[in-house]
């Protein structure tokens, strides 16, 4: 698997946009990024995934660098209950399909 | 989505007894998978879930002391045997499928496990 990095923790603004970054210089051509989130106490949720062109869902934005080097999840208006750890995963495919976590981000969105 | 229920969902045991967790989902899933979530670390896959045959395990993690059945494809179980205070932690259950109501990972909430 490749090995993603991110920073350890993040604070946000209620209201702005957070943007959290993610280093996965080693990926494959056929790995896609992952991205999810665990609120205290809970099972992670998805939140987006891309294999190189840009995403867009009712929760984030996904930007993919060219070289698919690194990647960006924007959360466009953070509100306190975006405050999380956030978890930036690249899937292998040779490893049947199995998602393995890193240490992941801590958002703090404050008021 | 797919809505998985875990079993229980926290329990406190006495050391060297066993708990056996349930994941029980409502569609047929294509794979199924257990985490160890440790106090205020991330995830760590035990092992994948294989119907009708033996879970294959991640290193450091043995069947001995996580012992998987999968019977079919909505159910799964995880037994933490022989328990001791380390074994405190959280133990979740995913599963993966495409199309129909199961399309990516999706988690449950997690079994709390306190050894005491």
């Known amino acids: 698997d490749a090995k993603t990095t991110q920073p350890p923790s993040m604070d946000c603004a209620e209201g702005r946009a957070a943007n959290l970054p993610c280093n996965h210089s080693?990926?494959?051509?056929?790995?896609?990024v992952y991205w999810y989130r665990q609120i205290h106490s809970q099972g992670p949720q998805y939140i987006i995934h891309?294999?190189?062109n840009n995403e867009t869902n009712e929760m984030a934005s996904l930007i993919i660098t060219e070289d698919r080097k690194s990647s960006t999840l924007i959360l466009p208006h953070a509100t306190l209950r975006d405050t999380a750890v956030y978890y930036c995963i690249v899937r292998s495919m040779e490893y049947g399909n199995k998602l393995v976590f890193g240490a992941g981000t801590i958002l703090r969105v404050k008021s | 989505s797919a809505v998985i229920s875990q079993k229980p969902s926290r329990d406190i045991c006495q050391r060297g007894t066993s708990l056996t967790i349930q994941c029980q989902v409502d569609?047929?899933?294509?794979?199924m998978f257990w985490y160890r979530q440790q106090p205020g670390q991330s995830l760590t896959l035990i092992a994948t879930?294989?119907?009708?045959?033996?879970?294959?395990?991640e290193s450091g993690f043995v069947i001995d002391k996580f012992p998987i059945s999968r019977p079919n494809l909505t159910f799964s179980t995880l037994t933490v045997s022989n328990m001791s205070p380390e074994d405190s932690s959280i133990y979740l259950c995913?599963?993966?499928?495409?199309?129909?109501?199961?399309?990516?990972?999706?988690f449950g909430s997690g079994t709390r496990l306190t050894v005491v």
């Open positions: 995913s599963v993966w499928g495409q199309g129909g109501r199961v399309n990516g990972y999706t």
């Open positions: 879930a294989n119907q009708g045959s033996e879970a294959t395990y």
């Open positions: 569609s047929q899933v294509t794979m």
């Open positions: 080693t990926i494959s051509g056929n790995e896609y």
């Open positions: 891309g294999l190189k």
